[in-house]
């Protein structure tokens, strides 16, 4: 299991430097793979019933590829699968409501890609309603932090 944690980080990454080297089809090989391999490696620690900050790291390991897969399908014009992959994103994040994982600035993030996606597609009052719970999310994770400072998501470290 750490073994295929190991390559699906290292194909994740790999996937990273193709997008920056201009290679989306090649990054979209090796996101796909790391994708299955986490997706993979998630059930079954679900199904262990490992703890849950070991889950949680891995869900948001898991979240992160979704997210930037979702990216690739966007640089690439295929807003559909860019959509669902968003939505995934979406739906595991907000769960996570006090951002422990970081899992609720990648809803956030997802939230503001759909919302540019239905903006490009003209549909201007679905994609004010995914901005609005974009800011939601970022103002209930502010009030939730002891210091009232929101974590600057660029800050991260990268998972």
């Known amino acids: ?3 295929e944690k190991d390559l699906a980080r290292t194909l994740l990454k790999r996937g990273d430097l193709e997008v920056s080297m201009g290679n989306p089809g090649n ?11 986490w997706t993979k490696l998630l059930n079954e620690e679900q199904e262990k019933s490992k703890k849950e900050d ?7 390991r898991h979240c992160h590829l979704l ?13 559909k699968e860019a959509e669902e992959l968003f939505l ?7 769960k996570d409501t006090r951002n422990e994982k970081g899992l609720t600035t990648l809803a956030i993030n997802a939230n503001n890609s759909m919302g ?3 903006y490009k597609k003209r549909r201007y009052e679905d994609a004010a309603t995914y901005y609005t719970t974009a800011m939601e ?3 209930a994770i502010a009030s939730k932090d002891e210091d009232g400072n929101v974590e600057d998501p660029s800050c991260r470290e990268e998972l």
Do not use: C, F, P
């Not at 990054?27 to 391999?37: E, G």
């Not at 997210?67 to 807003?79: A, E, I, P, R, S």
């Not at 995934?88 to 907000?94: C, L, P, Q, R």
């Open 116 to 118: 540019n996606i239905k």
């Open 137 to 139: 999310l970022r103002k």
């Open 54 to 60: 070991e889950t949680g790291n891995d869900e948001a």
């Open 88 to 94: 995934e994103v979406v739906s595991i994040g907000e």
């Open 67 to 79: 997210y930037n897969t979702g990216m690739l399908h966007v640089k690439q014009g295929n807003y």
């Open 27 to 37: 990054a979209n090989i090796y996101y796909s793979v790391s994708l299955k391999t």
């Open 1 to 3: 299991s750490g073994n």
